[in-house]
């Protein structure tokens, strides 16, 4: 389901079932002359609706964020690359998570594919995602419950509960599409083999072949090896991923 198309009783029942709430996060990066600039977005949406499609009364996807710190590590402005800071967007992911918490969701998941080859250190758009987060549930707690509310009476059982996975800060989480454990059977690179045969089978009609021609960069070398079938390949691995991570 899609949160926009939802009616009130749907969302109810998502609640009442605890059923996972998924924003796909993204930027708008150069990635080389054959590939679309919303390669790191597409890659999420178009999996998440393979997920949503296959899935209808099991998940529901938020609209999708477009704008993160792409960065201009890979090419200039001129490139069309577009670098929003984070001190811009912070704001925005911390009110859509206590908007998200204030609605009663307890079960609330980002994607994100952008710079996440080194996930556990992080980067600027996912980590501002994650201190969002984070803000969000401490904020909530406290205007739920009181300050002192980790401290207080009652919360004897924390580490426990912690233990069995009954973890406030569990209600939002930020995760990357492709973690070590799918990495390991497909290419992570940026417009290389990896990211062309992505998009060979999620968004082929993205996919100007002819144009690697006209490719200079050395990250775009490899993106003539790319096959659809491999790409298929790999969504296969990502899916498997999401769904145990989402527990479909």
């Known amino acids: 389901m899609r949160y926009e198309l939802c009616t009130p009783h749907q969302l109810r029942r998502a609640q009442a079932e605890n059923l996972p709430l998924v924003v796909a996060l993204g930027v708008q990066e150069y990635h080389g002359e054959h590939l679309p600039l919303g390669v ?23 609209p999708a964020f477009a704008y993160g710190a792409a960065s201009h590590a890979v090419a200039g402005p001129d490139s069309f690359t577009l670098h929003l800071p984070t001190q811009a967007f912070q704001p925005l992911a911390e009110a859509l998570f206590s908007a998200l918490l204030r609605a009663g969701f307890r079960n609330i998941h980002g994607v ?4 996440t080859e080194n996930f556990a250190q992080g980067m600027p758009t996912d980590l501002t995602f994650r201190l969002a987060a984070r803000n969000a549930v401490f904020a909530h707690q406290e205007a739920t419950r009181g300050p002192g509310w980790w401290g207080a009476q009652g919360m004897e059982a924390y580490y426990a509960d912690h233990a069995r996975g009954e973890n406030p800060f569990n209600w939002v989480q930020i995760h990357p599409l492709m973690p070590a454990e799918v990495a390991e059977h497909f290419p992570f690179d940026h417009a290389g083999e990896g990211e062309t045969a992505l998009m060979l089978a999620l968004a082929p009609e993205t996919v100007e072949t002819a144009r690697m021609a006209d490719n200079r960069a050395w990250f775009t070398a490899t ?16 899916l498997s991923h999401l769904r145990r991570l989402l527990d479909l």
């Open 40 to 62: 790191d977005l597409l890659a999420v949406t178009r999996c998440l609706d393979l997920l949503e499609a296959a899935s209808p009364d099991r998940m529901i996807l938020l």
């Open 112 to 115: 994100i594919h952008h710079q």
């Open 223 to 238: 993106a003539p090896r790319a096959t659809a079938a491999q790409g298929a390949a790999g969504v296969a691995v990502i």
